[in-house]
């Protein structure tokens, strides 16, 4: 009766026999990473399980787990543990209200952002529709601002979709529904995606598939960020150049790394790279089609599937992107 209950509840649950060993979970709390090979992985859990033992009364807490071994991404999650009067189990149900607090958070700072990035083409538009009007007996210029025109709804239409993709992919949580997916799969998808640009600007984009890796998450959004490193490599570099993909296994990590032979990032800027909206040089970036979101989309896919991004780079030598992820490991493959 109580685990039919449990199962239908919105929250995610744990029942723990004496010695805390786990006797039910729902299957949520294995992505959340709260257990691993059966132990409790909070201390701060751990502690509050006893209080409730040795008490018997109940308790709420506020716990924070790791979303992966590398990078900051943080499960932060409320726990309220009850003692049950049944052959001494305690019962664990865990919600991710902080989550909620967080993305609103977010949400609120970005539609600021947003407001403002989207006045400067809006405005473009609607000073070159006056002059397309003030200049209606002169064709070859009503060509010219219309041609202008038409770059500016671009850039308006590719900000726009940049937008609803961070913000997808900030309130989503890939390892809710996450699949297994393999590493080759998606770099060669995202470079098939990059293809038109690379070969406008003569840039060679070379990857060497390797044995299989997977990793546990959404398909499309890591799609997404291998893309937005490749496009950038493409974006910053000079024509006739190599743009290489490498993919390195270490310590349960994969490191997918992009290397380009472009302008560089001076150490400086390196830091602020990642944050919305910002790039070293606006009118470039503007050229190339960038809305400066790329970088921040790639940051979020990282650090949601337990991740991270780091960057090494010398100004007009290249740089390197590295998208760092935790290799899927199947359950019956864990050895002791
Ligand atoms: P954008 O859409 O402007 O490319 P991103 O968030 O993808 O925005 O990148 C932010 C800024 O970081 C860019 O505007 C550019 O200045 C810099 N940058 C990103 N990738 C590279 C790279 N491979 N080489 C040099 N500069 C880069």
Not at 87 to 99: H, Y
Not at 161 to 181: F, G, K
Request: proline letters at 4%; hydrophobic letters at 40%.
């Amino acid at each position: 009766m109580l685990l039919e209950t449990l199962n239908q509840l919105e929250a995610d649950a744990i029942i723990f026999a004496p010695g805390e060993i786990p006797i039910f979970i729902t299957p949520g709390v294995e992505t959340l990473g709260i257990l691993r090979d059966g132990k409790i992985q909070s201390s701060e859990l751990l502690a509050t399980v006893r209080v409730v033992r040795r008490t018997n009364f109940r308790q709420v807490g506020e716990i924070t787990i790791p979303r992966g071994p590398i990078g900051d991404g943080k499960h932060e999650l409320t726990v309220t543990i009850f003692p049950l009067s049944k052959d001494d189990l305690v019962l664990v149900l865990v919600s991710d209200e902080s989550e909620v607090q967080r993305v609103h958070d977010v949400r609120r700072d970005f539609v600021a952002n947003i407001s403002h990035e989207l006045k400067t083409p809006i405005g473009a538009l609607s000073l070159l529709s006056e002059a397309v009007l003030g200049s209606k007996d002169d064709p070859e210029s009503v060509v010219k601002f219309a041609t202008r025109m038409q770059s500016e709804a671009k850039r308006l239409t590719d900000l726009v979709q940049e937008i609803i993709n961070l913000s997808r992919v900030q309130d989503s949580d890939p390892l809710e529904r996450a699949e297994e997916v393999s590493i080759d799969y998606i770099i060669r998808e995202a470079i098939d995606q990059c293809r038109i640009t690379a070969d406008n600007r003569k840039i060679d984009v070379t990857y060497l598939e390797t044995g299989e890796t997977k990793v546990l998450g959404d398909r499309d959004q890591l799609i997404m960020a291998i893309h937005n490193l490749i496009e950038n490599a493409i974006n910053y570099s000079p024509e006739n150049t190599k743009v290489s993909i490498t993919k390195t296994k270490s310590d349960g990590i994969i490191d997918i790394s992009v290397t380009d032979q472009g302008i560089g990032i001076s150490e400086s800027e390196q830091e602020r790279i990642f944050e919305r909206f910002y790039r070293v040089d606006p009118a470039r970036s503007r050229q190339t089609g960038g809305t400066g979101l790329g970088l921040s989309i790639v940051k979020h896919v990282a650090a949601k599937h337990g991740g991270e991004v780091k960057v090494w780079s010398v100004e007009n030598i290249g740089s390197t992107f590295s998208l760092r992820l935790p290799i899927y490991v199947p359950p019956m493959e864990i050895t002791e």
